[in-house]
């Protein structure tokens, strides 16, 4: 199983570890008035949200920053999903975890390091983080996971619902929806 790696931001009950931040000079909070260097273009979560610590004290449950599974039952793998920042031409991520079928997660894993892979047809997947930005839930989500090439983190296509973070992910977002996400992450929802 691959890894990589992150430092971690607690969101509500949840870590969410930092992606990459906009050049700019910064931000000027609403909630604490205090310029903040940077703005994150993305968060990424550590484990899927069914994930327990205990589970790694057990031969059958492993994570890695890339890959999980639970009691040799329960598969998932970690994506993103990109928002595109239409006044910008960027794009914000949100690195989240997808449960996948015991088959499809053979073959992604199977597949892991193959050049190749991205002509890799997609794999349904439920949406196994929240997101507590998002109301309803993003729990169990309707996604496809799209491999990318080697050394890429999948792209996670969120069915096309009225769901607000699919609505997001379809017609992009402002770089002030970015600032408020960086705000609610900064200080806890």
């Known amino acids: 199983m691959a890894r990589t790696g992150g430092s971690a931001v607690a969101v509500g009950g949840g870590h969410y570890s930092r992606a990459m931040t906009q050049e700019e000079p910064g931000f000027v909070c609403s909630r604490c008035g205090e310029r903040h260097a940077g703005l994150p273009m993305g968060y990424s979560t550590e484990a899927p949200d ?41 794009t914000f991520e949100w690195g ?48 496809h996971v799209h491999t990318r090439e080697v050394g890429r983190r999948p792209y996670v296509e969120l069915e096309p619902t009225d769901h607000p973070l699919a609505v997001e992910q ?16 900064l200080h806890g929802g």
Do not use: M
């Open 50 to 90: 069914v994930w327990d610590p205990r589970h790694a004290e057990r031969e059958d449950s492993v994570l890695s920053p890339d890959q999980c599974v639970i009691r040799g039952e329960h598969f998932f793998v970690k994506g993103l999903i990109e928002i595109p920042v239409r006044d910008t031409g960027e």
């Open 96 to 143: 989240v975890w997808v449960s996948l079928s015991a088959q499809n997660f053979r073959r992604a894993d199977e597949l892991w390091e193959t050049p190749g892979r991205e002509a890799e047809p997609p794999y349904f997947g439920w949406l196994t983080t929240e997101l507590p930005l998002y109301s309803p839930s993003t729990l169990n989500l309707r996604t």
């Open 170 to 185: 379809r017609e992009g977002i402002t770089l002030a929806r970015v600032r408020e996400i960086a705000e609610a992450v």
